[in-house]
């Protein structure tokens, strides 16, 4: 079992930062600017949308440095122990980064306030084309770019900076500071300690297995579990709630890992969204696009599956593509582990079947679902958006006939939910849009979707019924047209 480290390390550059307390609620924004004076990295939205506090995080991961960028404003100081943040300020030393110069030369920067996350995140970029990763095509230009707001420019001049950019050797500086990243990180890998810290302001701890969460537990019995506190950072920064202390589940080794066994694909709870889009994309061609436009590249790098179901959300991304797929969730406790179906977690709005002390293991899915799985999200905007309604289909066809059918939606009940009226009609029916009226009149009584912010009820309910048409359509082969076109030509995209 690891020992107990009461000291905040980090690397800040090339910098090693030491804290023997901190405030578990600080950001690393804050820290950055106000304790650093690092003011480079900006503070728009200080919720996670605009991508101005974007910033690097290099992790170790398979004895190499992986760079991803996050977003400062949600980040709570203690999640970025043992790791290294770069910031605008690292990266031109002499000379400015080729990021830096391609947007100067194609004029990609007027107001200055966004830029310096916009570098950062192209920055990242630049890393990942690097280390053979990535290829700075339009598609993964777009998706970098995604999180990052600019009104002023026009994505054009930006997508032609970071075109140019990405191809540019990586100069001496960024070299430099990925191999020290790797030294130190390394050493710190070695050393087998985990953060506990308690300091007058709270407490903050990040157990690197089970036993030592459960240890830690019993210390902190009401600590606030977070994973990437993509969720739990915007209570911090946007309603002010503050804890005792506070428990990062996002090392337990346990947790993190992706299996692919026995016909079934195992997602740990604190895999991230971005490492479960690699796994599941191969699998799942329908799945790419949509967890693509799960949040953005800052989103996706901290987000995780089991904060995801855990949170409960109506509208959360992940819960009704695992419904459709069949997917089951593992709870465990220090003293019982379960399994559940994961539509039965659900059991209303904010409340979950997770008794006190229970946490999120594992999701395991079996692999033969993936091949059936048609999911669409549907959001007022293309990127960065949560959805108004996300739709999930599964249908086992032999023959023409529909053999067996599972349909969940997000954004059309108070939980995610299973239709299981559309279910039983499409069931013995013709794969194609000849049995569209009976489901789509068996679909109504699933659902009463309530009017909100971001759709109304009669809006979700028509848009539930255009999924379905789609899904037949798709099977009967007379698709329609694709509804998240991937635009071919360089310099246009979703943004401009
Ligand atoms: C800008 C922005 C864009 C977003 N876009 C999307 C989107 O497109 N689609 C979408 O679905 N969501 C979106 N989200 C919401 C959020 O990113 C997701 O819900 C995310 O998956 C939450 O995971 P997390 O690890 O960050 O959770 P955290 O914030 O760490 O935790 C959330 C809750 O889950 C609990 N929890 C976490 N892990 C476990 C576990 N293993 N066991 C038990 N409880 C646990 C925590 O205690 C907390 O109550 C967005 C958020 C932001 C800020
Ligand atoms: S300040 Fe807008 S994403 Fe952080
Ligand atoms: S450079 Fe800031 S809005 Fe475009």
New binding site residues.
């Given amino acids: 079992m690891a020992t107990a480290r009461s000291e905040f390390r980090c690397l800040l550059g090339s910098e090693i930062i030491c804290l023997a307390s901190f405030d578990p609620h600080q950001t690393l924004l804050d820290f950055l600017r106000l304790e650093k004076g690092l003011t480079g990295t900006k503070e728009g939205c200080a ?3 605009c991508g101005a506090c974007t910033v690097l995080l290099g992790r170790l991961e398979n004895s190499k440095i992986h760079y991803q960028p996050v ?1 400062a404003c ?1 980040v709570p100081l203690g999640i970025i122990d043992s790791t290294q943040v770069l910031t605008v300020e690292h990266l031109a030393d002499p000379e400015p980064h080729p990021v830096q110069q391609a947007m100067a030369q194609a004029h990609g920067s007027q107001c200055g306030f966004c830029t310096p996350g916009i570098v950062m995140s192209l920055a990242g970029l630049h890393y990942d084309c690097d280390a053979g990763h990535a290829n700075p095509d339009h598609q993964t230009l777009s998706d970098t770019l995604a999180g990052n707001l600019c009104r002023c420019t026009g994505y054009g001049s930006i997508m032609s900076a970071a075109g140019t950019a990405c191809v540019q050797p990586l100069p001496g500086q960024s070299r430099s500071l990925r191999s020290i990243a790797h030294r130190v990180l390394d050493e710190w890998d070695q050393d087998d300690t985990f953060l506990n810290m308690s300091g007058p302001l709270g407490s903050f701890a990040i157990p690197t297995d089970l036993e030592t969460l459960w240890q830690t537990q019993r210390t902190y019995p009401d600590a ?11 209570w911090i920064n946007k309603h002010h709630q503050r804890f005792e202390s506070i428990i990062n ?2 090392h337990v080794a346990e ?1 993190k890992r992706i299996e692919h066994t026995q016909n079934t694909l195992k997602i740990g ?2 895999a991230t ?1 971005a490492q479960g889009l690699e796994q599941m994309t191969d699998l799942a061609p329908d799945l790419g696009p949509l967890l693509r ?4 590249a800052q ?1 996706r790098a ?7 179901i ?2 409960g ?1 109506p ?4 819960a009704p593509v695992l419904i459709a797929l069949g997917a089951t969730l593992h709870l465990v406790s220090p003293d019982h582990q379960r399994s559940i179906a994961l539509e039965d977690f659900f059991v209303d709005y904010g409340k979950q079947d ?1 008794a006190p002390g ?4 594992t999701i395991s899915i079996p692999d033969d679902a993936f091949t059936q799985l048609q999911c669409w999200k549907i959001s007022k905007r293309f990127d ?4 108004a309604v996300c739709g999930a289909f599964c249908l086992h066809v032999t023959g023409g006939t529909i053999i067996s059918a599972r349909v969940a939606f997000g954004g059309m009940a108070s939980t995610p939910q299973r239709a299981r009226h559309c279910e039983e009609a499409l069931v013995g029916q013709n794969a194609d849009c000849t049995s569209l009226e009976p489901a789509a009149a068996a679909l109504k009584h699933d659902f009463a979707p309530i009017t909100d912010m971001r759709a109304s009820a009669s809006y979700r309910t028509d848009v539930a019924r255009g999924l379905l048409e789609r899904c037949l359509r798709t099977l009967g082969g007379d698709p329609l047209e694709l509804l998240y076109p991937v635009s071919k030509a360089p310099g246009l995209s979703a943004h401009d």
């Fill in positions: 919720e996670g949308d977003n949600i606030q579990l977070i994973a990437g506190a993509t969720d739990v950072g915007l589940l996002s947790l709870a604190t969204v436009r799960f949040g953005s989103v901290q987000a995780t599956f089991g904060g995801n855990a949170n959300s509208i959360g991304d992940l997770l229970e946490i999120v293991h960065q958006d949560i959805s």
